[in-house]
C-alpha cells in the first residue's frame, strides 16, 4: 500500500468532516514505524476537541468509505479524555506514534519514570494473564501470535527505561536489548514475518518473560 498517499486522502476526508474541530491526527503501528507488512492494520490516532456519540458515527461513515477499511483501526478520543488518561498507556501512544496533524507534545510532562516502570508492570501482568489462560483453555496460535505483539511493545518500554530512550523501530531495539526480552522482541518479528509457531515452546519463554516483569518491573 502507498501509505502516504492512502494518509494524504485520510487527512482531506478528515478535515472535511471536522474542519477546526481537529487537535490531532498520526499513524501508528507498523507502518508508522516503517515494518508494514501485507498483514498490518492501519492504525489512526484522531484526537478531537470533544468526542460525543455523534461523532463516533461520522467518523465511522467516513471510514467505511476510503479504501483498505479492514485494515483500519486505532484511537479515537477527545482531548481532556486524552490529558486524564491513564499515563501508562499514554507511553506507548505518544512514543509510537507518527504526527501527521498538531502534536503530542502536552501529554510529555505526564510521561515519567513512574508511567515507565507501570506501563512495563501493567503489560507483564496482562501479558502473564493472557498467556496462561491461552495454554489452559484456548491454545490458539493466532491468541499466541497476538500475545507476542503484545509483547513487542512491552519489550520497547524495557528498553527505553534501560536505555533512556525509545527506539521506534523494534529491530533497532532488539539490538539493544539483552537475554530473555532480546528473545521475546526477536520471536515476536519472526512470527510477524510469518514463523511457524511452536506453541509450547514459544508459550513457555513467554510465560517466563512475563513472570520475571510481574516479580521485577
Known amino acids: 500500500m502507498d501509505i502516504a498517499g492512502w494518509t494524504d486522502n485520510f487527512l482531506l ?29 492501519i492504525d489512526m490516532v484522531v484526537i478531537m476537541d ?18 483498505g477499511r479492514d485494515k483500519l483501526c486505532g484511537f479515537l478520543s477527545g482531548k481532556q479524555e486524552l490529558l486524564a488518561w491513564e499515563p501508562a498507556d499514554l507511553f506507548q501512544l505518544y512514543h509510537d506514534t507518527k504526527p501527521l496533524l498538531g502534536d503530542l507534545r502536552p501529554l510529555l510532562e505526564k510521561l515519567d519514570d513512574k508511567a515507565v516502570k507501570r506501563a512495563i508492570k501493567i503489560g507483564a501482568c496482562n501479558l502473564y494473564h493472557g ?16 500475545l507476542y505483539k503484545s509483547a513487542a511493545f512491552t519489550a520497547q518500554a524495557i528498553c527505553f527505561q534501560q536505555t533512556g530512550q525509545y527506539i521506534r523501530r523494534q529491530q533497532d531495539a532488539m539490538r539493544l536489548l539483552q537475554g530473555r526480552e532480546r528473545a521475546i522482541l526477536q520471536t515476536a518479528l519472526a512470527l510477524k514475518s510469518g514463523a511457524a ?11 517466563a518473560f512475563a513472570r520475571h516483569w510481574v516479580m521485577n518491573g
Open 50 to 67: 470533544t468526542l460525543a456519540p455523534q461523532d463516533i458515527r461520522a467518523y465511522r461513515a467516513m471510514l467505511d468509505a476510503l479504501p
Open 197 to 207: 509457531v511452536d506453541f509450547e515452546a514459544m508459550s513457555d519463554a513467554l510465560f
Open 131 to 146: 498467556c496462561v489462560h491461552n495454554m489452559l483453555y484456548t491454545q490458539s496460535e493466532d491468541i499466541l501470535r497476538g
Open 13 to 41: 476526508s478528515l478535515r472535511a468532516l471536522f474542519g477546526q474541530r481537529l487537535w490531532f491526527a498520526g499513524l501508528q503501528g507498523s507502518y508508522a514505524r516503517g515494518e508494514a507488512t501485507g498483514e498490518s492494520d
